[in-house]
């Protein structure tokens, strides 16, 4: 059977989800107790390859299984081995064709953003924090200059096969800044991502929220496809995937 795993994780002390040598990874460690839950160490298809330090609330995956330990109970069993900061939150079985990257349609991504100048201890793994004052009005603003069907390689880092391949036109149906007390939340939904390519737009928006940019500038920025016309690639920590799309 082919089973879908929904995964939440706290990215802080992994090199991104999939495996690498010589590195702590999330795939590495859940198939870890896979092999002492299963026996067998099974093929995991990831729906996303989510960098070092980027964290997960709903990240699913799927991998083929024959064993004895029914579907619903696999969450309890694994848990039982994995570290804190790893969850196996719910599992299903889904058709044999499905595949956790290619059947997704639209992921959802937060990047939160502290204004002020101190870390909250209780938040600073997850929220980049910024010492200046931030226009919230200006931030909404950019952030909805990126709705739609667009090239979005200016918002692409260097050293994608992606868009090496020219493949960088993506649709963005959602691009939204919120702001609870100190904390500014990007929330950007897109049936998909190039490389860096939310971390970079959060730092366009930022840009605007800190008058260094003009929100009206965003239509130019991507048509112009240059990576420097965009602002800085904001660090790991802040971003969190937080739900994967599919019609199941």
């Not at 609330?57 to 790893?86: C, T, W």
């Not at 090496?164 to 691009?175: K, S």
């Amino acid at each position: 059977m082919n089973v879908l795993l929904w995964l939440a994780y706290k990215g802080t002390r992994y090199t991104g989800f999939q495996v690498q040598p010589n590195a702590p990874t999330v795939c590495q460690t859940l198939q870890d107790a896979m092999q002492a839950v299963l026996g067998a160490r099974p093929d995991v298809k990831g729906c996303s390859r989510t960098d070092a330090g980027v964290h997960a609330r709903r990240f699913a995956l799927n991998f083929h299984y024959d064993g004895r330990v029914p579907p619903e109970r696999l969450p309890l069993a694994f848990n039982a081995h994995l570290p804190p900061d790893i969850r196996v939150m719910a599992a299903r079985v889904v058709p044999e064709d499905f595949h956790a990257r290619y059947a997704a349609h639209a992921k959802t991504y937060a990047y939160r953003i502290r204004s002020g100048a101190v870390d909250d201890p209780f938040d600073s793994e997850f929220t980049y924090r910024v010492g200046a004052s931030l226009d919230l009005e200006a931030m909404a603003r950019a952030a909805a200059g990126f709705v739609g069907t667009h090239d979005f390689l200016a918002l692409c880092a260097s050293g994608s096969g992606v868009a090496a391949r020219g493949d960088t036109v993506r649709t963005v149906t959602r691009c939204t800044v919120t702001r609870d007390g100190a904390v500014y939340t990007l929330t950007v939904t897109a049936d998909g991502y190039l490389y860096n390519m939310v971390r970079i737009l959060a730092g366009t928006v930022l840009q605007a929220g800190r008058g260094r940019l003009d929100p009206g500038e965003v239509p130019a920025i991507l048509q112009s496809r240059d990576r420097r016309r965009a602002g800085p690639t904001l660090p790991a920590h802040g971003l969190c995937l937080l739900q994967v799309d599919y019609t199941l």
